[in-house]
Protein backbone atom coordinates (compact mmCIF):
# COMPACT_ATOMS: atom_id res chain seq x y z
CA UNK A 1 0.00 0.00 0.00
CA UNK A 2 1.07 3.35 -0.47
CA UNK A 3 0.61 6.51 1.85
CA UNK A 4 -1.75 7.76 -0.77
CA UNK A 5 -3.35 4.70 0.19
CA UNK A 6 -3.09 5.56 3.94
CA UNK A 7 -3.95 8.83 4.23
CA UNK A 8 -7.40 7.92 1.86
CA UNK A 9 -8.48 5.64 4.43
CA UNK A 10 -7.40 7.70 7.11
CA UNK A 11 -9.98 10.69 5.32
CA UNK A 12 -12.88 8.08 4.64
CA UNK A 13 -12.71 6.72 8.13
CA UNK A 14 -12.89 10.11 9.56
CA UNK A 15 -16.19 10.89 7.51
CA UNK A 16 -17.94 7.60 8.33
CA UNK A 17 -16.84 6.79 11.96
CA UNK A 18 -15.99 10.71 12.95
CA UNK A 19 -13.09 12.27 14.14
CA UNK A 20 -13.16 11.62 17.72
CA UNK A 21 -13.10 7.86 17.15
CA UNK A 22 -10.28 7.93 14.22
CA UNK A 23 -8.05 10.37 16.85
CA UNK A 24 -9.05 7.98 19.96
CA UNK A 25 -8.11 4.85 18.07
CA UNK A 26 -4.76 6.64 16.77
CA UNK A 27 -4.31 7.97 20.80
CA UNK A 28 -4.34 4.43 21.88
CA UNK A 29 -2.18 2.59 19.17
CA UNK A 30 0.57 0.79 20.55
CA UNK A 31 3.68 -1.03 19.10
CA UNK A 32 1.21 -4.47 19.32
CA UNK A 33 -1.69 -3.31 16.88
CA UNK A 34 -0.22 -0.37 15.03
CA UNK A 35 0.53 -2.78 11.73
CA UNK A 36 -2.83 -3.60 12.34
CA UNK A 37 -4.27 -0.06 12.47
CA UNK A 38 -2.39 1.10 9.58
CA UNK A 39 -4.02 -2.14 8.00
CA UNK A 40 -7.50 -1.69 8.26
CA UNK A 41 -7.04 2.43 7.51
CA UNK A 42 -5.39 1.54 4.03
CA UNK A 43 -7.23 -2.01 3.19
CA UNK A 44 -11.07 -1.17 4.97
CA UNK A 45 -11.15 2.38 4.59
CA UNK A 46 -8.56 3.47 1.79
CA UNK A 47 -8.98 0.33 -0.65
CA UNK A 48 -12.64 -0.39 0.03
CA UNK A 49 -14.78 2.27 1.52
CA UNK A 50 -12.68 5.03 -0.67
CA UNK A 51 -14.06 3.14 -4.03
CA UNK A 52 -16.56 5.37 -5.91
CA UNK A 53 -19.24 2.51 -7.17
CA UNK A 54 -21.15 2.11 -4.28
CA UNK A 55 -22.65 5.29 -1.77
CA UNK A 56 -21.38 5.54 2.06
CA UNK A 57 -25.43 4.67 2.58
CA UNK A 58 -25.03 1.44 0.22
CA UNK A 59 -21.60 0.34 2.01
CA UNK A 60 -23.04 1.01 5.11
CA UNK A 61 -25.79 -1.32 5.19
CA UNK A 62 -23.59 -4.02 3.46
CA UNK A 63 -21.23 -3.54 7.01
CA UNK A 64 -24.24 -3.77 9.05
CA UNK A 65 -25.53 -6.66 7.38
CA UNK A 66 -22.53 -8.75 7.38
CA UNK A 67 -21.79 -7.94 11.13
CA UNK A 68 -25.21 -8.21 12.34
CA UNK A 69 -24.98 -11.75 10.11
CA UNK A 70 -21.49 -12.50 12.09
CA UNK A 71 -22.59 -11.36 15.61
CA UNK A 72 -20.23 -9.12 15.52
CA UNK A 73 -21.91 -7.09 17.64
CA UNK A 74 -18.85 -4.23 19.00
CA UNK A 75 -18.47 -3.37 15.73
CA UNK A 76 -22.34 -3.32 15.02
CA UNK A 77 -22.90 -0.89 17.31
CA UNK A 78 -19.87 1.13 15.71
CA UNK A 79 -21.52 1.26 12.33
CA UNK A 80 -24.70 1.99 13.86
CA UNK A 81 -23.42 5.16 15.11
CA UNK A 82 -21.83 5.82 11.65
CA UNK A 83 -25.15 6.04 10.03
CA UNK A 84 -25.34 9.29 11.23
CA UNK A 85 -22.28 10.27 8.69
CA UNK A 86 -23.67 8.03 5.89
CA UNK A 87 -27.26 8.63 5.21
CA UNK A 88 -28.22 5.48 6.41
CA UNK A 89 -31.94 6.11 8.30
CA UNK A 90 -33.68 3.94 11.18
CA UNK A 91 -35.62 2.58 8.50
CA UNK A 92 -32.58 1.39 6.56
CA UNK A 93 -31.00 -0.79 9.79
CA UNK A 94 -34.40 -2.57 10.09
CA UNK A 95 -35.09 -3.68 6.66
CA UNK A 96 -31.31 -4.55 6.59
CA UNK A 97 -32.36 -6.45 9.87
CA UNK A 98 -35.22 -7.97 8.50
CA UNK A 99 -32.90 -9.73 5.99
CA UNK A 100 -30.16 -11.00 8.19
CA UNK A 101 -33.28 -12.71 10.33
CA UNK A 102 -33.91 -14.38 6.78
CA UNK A 103 -30.86 -15.58 5.68
CA UNK A 104 -28.53 -15.54 8.42
CA UNK A 105 -30.85 -16.92 11.16
CA UNK A 106 -33.39 -15.21 13.79
CA UNK A 107 -31.10 -15.19 16.85
CA UNK A 108 -28.80 -13.02 14.84
CA UNK A 109 -30.93 -11.01 13.70
CA UNK A 110 -32.85 -10.78 17.51
CA UNK A 111 -29.31 -9.82 18.75
CA UNK A 112 -28.58 -7.05 16.06
CA UNK A 113 -32.27 -5.31 17.11
CA UNK A 114 -31.22 -5.66 20.75
CA UNK A 115 -27.87 -3.47 19.54
CA UNK A 116 -29.71 -1.33 17.21
CA UNK A 117 -32.98 -0.45 19.94
CA UNK A 118 -29.96 0.36 22.46
CA UNK A 119 -28.29 2.75 19.87
CA UNK A 120 -31.73 4.27 18.95
CA UNK A 121 -32.49 4.89 22.42
CA UNK A 122 -29.35 6.55 23.59
CA UNK A 123 -29.22 8.54 20.19
CA UNK A 124 -32.77 9.93 19.40
Do not use: C
Amino acid sequence: MTDATFEKGRAVRRSVLGAAHVDRAEKTTTELDADFQRFITETAWGSIWGRDHLTRRERSMLTIAMLASLGHLEELALHLKATANTGTSMADVREVLMQVAVYAGIPAANAAFRVAKAHYAENN
